[in-house]
Nanobody
Framework: QVQLVESGGGLVQAGGSLRLSCVAS????????MGWFRQAPGKEREFVSA????????AYADSVKGRFTISGGNAKTTVYLQMNSLKPEDTAVYYC????????????WGQGTQVTVSS
């Protein structure tokens, strides 16, 4: 089993920045990717960003490219999401997720952290 715990959410004004953290514990010797998803009120959960175990490959949703940066910790049990130039439409609950192997559904999810961007 793997447990994921997010932190770093909060309230920020438009144009501001936040840094989310996700710490994985349990059986995390190897995984394919860790990433972030978000869900706004009344909307479906959507992909935001992901990074491979090696840290060599990242992916971003078009809506956050150039504003968000994902990075993995050296111990490979922590992933960060630096969010700059935040917009009100970035308001959502942000979830950390871990994918054990490629081409399969994300296996583990955190409880989520609220990000609210005021205009």
């Amino acid at each position: 089993q793997v447990q994921l715990v997010e932190s770093g959410g909060g309230l920020v004004q438009a144009g501001g920045s936040l840094r989310l953290s996700c710490v994985a514990s349990g059986r995390t010797l190897y995984y394919n990717r860790m990433g972030w998803f978000r869900q706004a009120p009344g909307k479906e959960r959507e992909f935001v960003s992901a990074v491979t175990w090696s840290g060599s490959s990242t992916a971003y949703a078009d809506s956050v490219k150039g504003r968000f940066t994902i990075s993995g910790g050296n111990a490979k049990t922590t992933v960060y999401l630096q969010m700059n130039s935040l917009k009100p439409e970035d308001t959502a609950v942000y979830y950390c997720a871990l994918q054990l192997a490629a081409a399969r559904p994300w296996d583990y999810w955190g409880q989520g952290t609220q990000v609210t961007v005021s205009s």
